[in-house]
Each structure stands twice: as C-alpha cells, then as structure tokens.
C-alpha cells in the first residue's frame, strides 16, 4: 500500500478574481477584518513577518502571490525571478495565511488592458529615475489588487522605502485610504543583510560581499549617534564603505523624506538613508531610517 503523507497543512487558493472576492466575502462573514500581503513569491522571513503582522493585529491574512511582470523593465529578471509555488504555500500555511491569491498574468491584464496608475512626486528619484517604468507597474497592480480585494487592511514592507511612499501617496490620492497602511520592519539575516528574493542570485563570496549595504548604513548611523547632521556627509559615510568593496558597485546613497523622497539636505527630523547596488548579478537595495532625536547608547 502506498503511504499517504497529508501536507503538514494546506490553505485554500484561487486564482482567479472571482474566486478571490467569494472567498474574501466568507472571511468577513466568518467576522475577521481581512489584511493583504502582496508579495511576488519566493517567500521568505522577511514576507512571513508581515502576515505575521497582520494575523497578531487580528486580520485574517490574505497573501498574494504574483510576479507582476509590468514593474520589471526590459533587460530585467523576469524571466530569471525566483518562482517556487508549493513551497511558498506550506511556508504560507505555517504562518496563519487564510487565503492565497495565486493569478496568472492573464487573469490581472486581461485582454486590451488599457490603464495604468502613474504616480508622480515620490516615483521620480532613485528607484524611479534607474527603473522609469517600475513604479507604475508596481501601483498599478497594487490598486487593482485593492480593487479586487477590498482588504481591511495593506501590510508593506519598510525593505522597499519608496513603494512605501508611491503606494500610500496612491492610495491617498485615489481615496484607497478607506484601507489602513501597515508597514513591517526590514527583517535581516544575522550579518545585517535585508533578506530579498534576489539573494538567491548571490554566490557565497558575492553573499558575504552583500553585507556592505547593511555596514554602510549602520556607519551613517553611528555618525548620526555621533552627531552628523550634513545630508552630503552622512551619505558619503555610507558611499566610502560601499566603494571599498571590490565587489560592490553602488548605485546610489541618498538621504531623503520617507514620504515624499525628496533630498534632506540637513537631519532636523527623521529621515531615510537608502543604498542600491550591484554584487556580482543581483542589484540590492536596503534603507535605514535616521532618527537625530535617537538616544546615543
Ligand atoms: P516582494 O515579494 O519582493 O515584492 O516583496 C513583498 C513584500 O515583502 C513587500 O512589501 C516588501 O517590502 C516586503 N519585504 C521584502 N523583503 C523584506 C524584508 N527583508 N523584511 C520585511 N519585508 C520585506
């Protein structure tokens, strides 16, 4: 007789808006607000601590699973992008999701789409001005998810700072704010490196490179502790560390409002200092939110 060995456990999935709608109607019938977790896959502890987030704030967490292919650029990983779905749905299991949503690009651009979310001000710089196409896929797919869902509540993660900015300026703008924005700490390995999907690109050598990002704004940081105040000074005390890595090819480092992402060119309030660069072929991002009133331990 072949044995039958259960799934640990199994949660129920669609993939399809309507499916999604019913099964969201259920969750509210059965008395849970609903939280949305977007994620494009490839999970991770970073993406399970925001459904943990949700599920310990008393949602019923809703994950989405979907690798959105109109925030890639062409030339981009798309194609390469880690994709793992029965591993993600046990991970997704373990952690409390209800519900995932698991469409295929035909189901979100269906035939003769025609419309997209462009957001102005917080999409211009950094992220924006490398990837010019990536911020209007990415609300783009987030107000149609909303749209479909009609979640209680989003759950983001402070890893991607300038999403942060784009999707709630979005929602403000498009009076999703009916919706309450959760956002999650960047949750890192032991060595400081945020975790991403895009680590798995990394050869071990390239891995330990990896850890510059993290160092250069936990130096930016103590300076910050230390008393620096100058926007140009606090980022090059970041760009000096990346640039000593043979491995590392930085982007950018920039000092700005966590809302509008605008340059702050002196700290008098918090602001965040956000790094991107290249290690072998992956092309990582980390951000460090710099309080000046913060105590110096
Ligand atoms: P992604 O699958 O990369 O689109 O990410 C889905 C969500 O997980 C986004 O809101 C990200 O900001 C968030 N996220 C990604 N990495 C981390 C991390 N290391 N810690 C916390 N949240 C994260």
Do not use: W
């Amino acid at each position: 007789m072949t044995p039958i060995t259960a799934p640990a456990t199994t949660i129920p999935i669609t993939r399809t808006v309507a499916g999604l709608r019913s099964a969201i109607a259920d969750i509210r019938d059965g008395g849970s607000p609903v939280a949305l977790v977007p994620t494009m896959g490839a999970l991770h502890d970073g993406h399970l601590s925001l459904v943990a987030r949700g599920r310990d704030a008393g949602f019923a967490p809703v994950l989405t699973i979907f690798v959105n292919p109109t925030q890639f650029g062409p030339g981009e990983d798309l194609d390469a992008y880690p994709r793992g779905e029965a591993r993600d749905l046990a991970l997704a299991a373990e952690v409390g999701v209800v519900l995932a949503f698991c469409p295929g690009p035909d189901e979100v651009y269906g035939d003769g789409f025609a419309t997209t979310v462009a957001v102005a001000g917080p999409s211009g710089p950094l992220e924006g001005a490398i990837r010019p196409t990536h911020f209007a896929g990415v609300a783009t797919v987030v107000a149609k998810l909303l749209l479909m869902a009609r979640p209680d509540r989003l759950v983001l993660g402070q890893k991607d700072a300038q999403q942060v900015a784009v999707v709630r300026r979005m929602m403000r703008d498009l009076h999703l704010d009916d919706v309450s924005l959760d956002v999650g700490p960047i949750i890192r390995e032991a060595d400081g490196l945020a975790l991403s999907s895009r680590n798995a690109y990394l050869s071990p050598d390239e891995r330990v490179a990896a850890t510059v990002l993290s160092r250069s704004l936990c130096a930016a940081e103590r300076a910050v502790r230390a008393g620096t105040r100058d926007g140009r000074e606090i980022e090059d005390i970041a760009l000096t560390l990346l640039a000593a890595e043979p491995r590392c090819r930085p982007e950018y480092v920039a000092l700005v409002d966590g809302d509008t992402f605008e340059p702050v060119p002196v700290l008098d309030g918090t602001a965040t200092l956000c790094v991107a660069a290249h290690i072998g072929p992956a092309r990582l991002i980390d951000n460090v939110i710099l309080d000046p009133s913060a105590p110096n331990p």
